[in-house]
Structures are given as C-alpha cells and as structure tokens.
C-alpha cells in the first residue's frame, strides 16, 4: 500500500522568508511525486513533479523540491515566500503502473505580510 | 475550450435522491478519476476509468455509480443520495502512465440536506 504523510497541517511563514512544506511517503518501488497547490473555491493545480534523475525539481511559481531516498521524503521550498502563495498544498505518491494517485491531507500555507 | 469541466458547480439536493455530476475533458486522456475532497480526509479516491467502458472502484465507492461511453466524459451518479456524500467532488484526467500528472476540474460541491 501507498501513503503519503504531510505532518503539519498548517505552516506560518513572513513574506520574504523562505518556505518549507514537508512530505514523506511510502510507495512499492521507485516513486513518482507530486506537488498540488489548491487555492479557496478552485481544483488542484500542478505545482511540479518528480519521476527519476536530478534530486531537485523545479516548478511554477518559483517553487521546487527535493526528492530525498533514504528518508523517502519530498519537501517543498521556496526561497522568499509571497503573499500569493497562501493555499492548501498536497504532496501525493503513485509507483510505476499504478492507477492510484494518493494525496496527503494537505499543509495550509499563510504567507504573513 | 481545452480544459477539463465539470457541472454543475453547485448542487444542493435532498437525501433519496439521484444526482449525476458531469465531467467532461477535451484532451482525450485515457484516464479519469473522481475524487471527494472533505475536511481531514483530504482527497479520497471514488472511481476512477482506464478507457471508454472500462472502470473501476477507488477508495470510497459505495454509493456511487460511473460510466463512461465516450473517453471525454465520466460521469458521476449517486443513486439514493445521504448526507455524508455532501462534499466537493473534483474530477481529473491524465495520459497513459502514471508519471503523467493529473489535471483537475473545478470541483462541485455538494449538499444532501
């Protein structure tokens, strides 16, 4: 079975400050990662992804991860956070033929001016 | 438009009854889900489709009816609707293989008075 565990429900950072919204998972195989970001009243979006070669992926909105092995984990940076970037963010995990995308319970991310 | 849709975006019906939600892409993606967003839950996985006429039970199915005779659309039935279906429903689409990421429609939400 696959699972993934997002262990802060809510992350308070300044704006300016960089970010962290951390992820570890747990998945048969080698992992596919996924980073959504949902804004008030709206559907998922693609924020970036990790399938196999650098450790570090990089997305929209200047956000990127890393994808750490031995402690299966895939946290999401920011360098300087913006005010725009409050919302709810999902860390999700399938394996290579899977149909199921599983998603973390989400980080609720509020960027103090 | 390109895109993925779904309607109506908003539905408040009474317990017994049938409701269908609709969702509709226009990327002929091979696959489809349908998800339910509730709070603590995150996104739980209901049904999800392959192809056109191939479906097949997620995490939460019961209660819940799918099809799928063409690959743009997967609708949604919930045959005798209860009251702990009230949520926001999202469905998704993405292509062949799982390292593709998943596109999401605007969500509905739901009400079962």
């Known amino acids: 079975a696959q699972s993934v565990a997002q262990p802060e429900d809510q992350v308070n950072v300044a704006e300016g400050n960089p970010l962290t919204v951390k992820c570890t998972y747990s998945?048969?195989?080698?992992?596919?990662l996924f980073w959504y970001v949902q804004y008030p009243n709206r559907g998922l979006q693609f924020l970036l992804k990790?399938?196999?070669?650098?450790?570090l992926v990089k997305g929209s909105y200047g956000f990127e991860a890393e994808f750490n092995k031995s402690q299966t984990s895939f946290h999401l940076k920011k360098p300087s956070a913006l005010v725009s970037d409050s919302a709810l963010y999902f860390c999700a995990v399938t394996g290579a033929g899977s149909y199921q995308l599983t998603f973390g319970k989400g980080t609720k991310l509020s960027v103090i001016p | 438009d390109a895109g993925i849709t779904q309607s109506p975006r908003y539905k408040i019906t009474e317990t017994g009854r049938q409701v269908t939600l609709m969702c509709h892409q226009t990327w002929s993606h091979s696959y489809m889900f349908w998800y339910r967003q509730d709070l603590g839950h995150g996104l739980r996985l209901i049904y999800y489709s392959a192809a056109a006429d191939i479906t097949d039970k997620g995490e939460v199915p019961d209660g819940y009816v799918v099809s799928r005779s063409k690959t743009e659309n997967f609708p949604l039935t919930l045959e005798s609707a209860t009251r702990s279906q009230t949520s926001v429903y999202f469905c998704?689409?993405?292509?062949?293989?799982?390292?593709?990421?998943?596109?999401f429609g605007p969500g509905t939400r739901l009400t079962v008075l």
């Open positions: 990790y399938i196999t070669g650098d450790n």
């Open positions: 998945v048969s195989g080698n992992p596919y």
């Open positions: 998704a689409s993405r292509g062949q293989g799982a390292y593709n990421e998943q596109f």
